[in-house]
């Protein structure tokens, strides 16, 4: 791999006139500190959750968004451990950037995705709309040489396909039974409807507005069975709510729980649903140079 460069073209966040656009410029390769390995990305998909820290719904935000990279590794910084990171190496590069590995949620097998300490792409680190960022090498997902899927399909699975997959790993339904998936037409739903079919369960896709509804299967209003699970996934604007009735979930014994992407054993999974081709990811690729004049949705950068 040939040694980065000193500079790079990034999708940097301009805010103005109340609204937002993406800027094509040309910024400096990051310099990868002792603990961390510089990555040089290759593919990065656009999540809903990108627009929405865009648009300043969850909060601040970085000026480099993305959160759905691949790439190889171009740089190792000194203290890296190099049994876990070399250069070339392919990586993901995902929502969870880092974890304390000590809080109360870490210290829960596969709670690491709600660490309290948690460093997030786009969010509180720079993201993937760029040619390259850093990685810290104690929480990296080096994807195995066994994984034969092309980059910009192993992009979307990194966020959305995880989400949903993990999602359904949660809801404690088994092969033949029926899972409602709402929202389904959006990008994580899409994903996964697929999921849910190629895991043995009978799928009710809903979701509203015209656009949306030639691409669910049926409409439902009052769908959880006795026993069953919801499972929250969608993230609202913070000021969002929705209502419930207690009772309901009293006498029919339903669970009300989130899931939250998923961990790296959660995403290779995932990933093997991919190479067995058993998911195949809708993606819509274009150059970085692109994105600011592409509308969002089934967007994989390369
Ligand atoms: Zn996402
Ligand atoms: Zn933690």
Avoid at 53 to 72: F, K, M, N, T
Avoid at 169 to 188: H, L, P, T, Y
């Amino acid at each position: 791999m040939s040694p980065p460069k000193p500079l790079q073209r990034a999708a940097v966040l301009v805010r103005e006139n109340g609204g937002y656009v993406l800027d094509i410029q040309e910024i400096a390769v990051p310099e990868p500190k002792p603990w961390e390995v510089l990555v040089s990305l290759s593919a990065s998909g656009v999540c809903g959750t990108d627009v929405s820290l865009a648009s300043g719904h969850l909060g601040p935000c970085r000026a480099i968004l993305g959160h759905e990279g691949v790439g190889r590794i171009a740089a190792v910084g000194a203290g890296v451990d190099p049994s876990t990171a070399k250069i070339g190496d392919r990586v993901g590069v995902s929502w969870v950037r880092d974890v304390c590995g000590k809080c109360s949620f870490c210290r829960v097998p596969g709670g690491e995705t709600r660490c309290v300490e948690q460093l997030n792409s786009g969010r509180r680190r720079d993201g993937t709309f760029a040619e390259y960022c850093c990685v810290p090498g104690r929480y990296l997902l080096v994807l195995p040489g066994s994984l034969d899927v092309a980059d910009e399909l192993v992009a979307p699975i990194l966020c959305g396909g995880v989400t949903a997959y993990k999602a359904l790993k949660s809801c404690d339904a088994v092969a033949g039974e029926w899972v409602a998936i709402f929202g389904a037409g959006g990008g994580v739903g899409g994903l996964g409807i697929q999921y849910a079919r190629a895991m043995g369960f009978r799928v009710i896709a809903i979701d509203v507005g015209r656009d949306r509804k030639e691409e669910c299967l049926a409409p439902a209003f009052d769908v959880v069975a006795p026993f069953g699970t919801v499972v929250c996934v969608g993230i609202l604007p913070l000021h969002q709510t929705m209502s419930l009735y207690p009772l309901k979930f009293i006498d029919m014994g339903i669970k009300l729980i989130g899931s939250l992407v998923g961990t790296w054993t959660d995403t290779l999974e995932a990933l093997g649903f991919v190479q067995r081709g058993v998911v195949k990811p809708a993606v819509w690729v274009i150059a970085l140079d692109e994105l600011p004049d592409a509308p969002v949705e089934r967007v994989c950068l390369s």
